[in-house]
């Protein structure tokens, strides 16, 4: 799990806004349907591997998944 001082500063480097943590699995921003993954411990967030969830069932269960927000 990602430390909570680190998930307290961390925001989407698109549109700077706060992330959702869906446990282990990524970072989640709900505006821009956009995540995050996270590699070893590690949040990748880079816009140009962001992946874009167009599915709104995907969107609803991320959003169900998440612990959370950051920022």
Not at 23 to 32: F, H
Not at 37 to 42: A, F, P, Y
Not at 46 to 52: G, S
Request: aromatic share 2%; net charge negative; with cysteine.
């Amino acid at each position: 799990m990602l430390d909570e001082k680190l998930l307290a500063i961390l925001v989407c480097p698109e549109d700077r806004g706060p992330l959702l943590l869906v446990e282990d699995e990524c970072l989640y921003n709900p505006r821009l349907r956009r995540a995050y993954r996270i590699d070893d411990g590690v949040p990748v967030l880079l816009v140009d591997e962001a992946v874009t969830v167009t599915d709104d069932a995907e969107h609803n269960r991320l959003l169900g998944r998440a612990s959370g927000e950051a920022g």
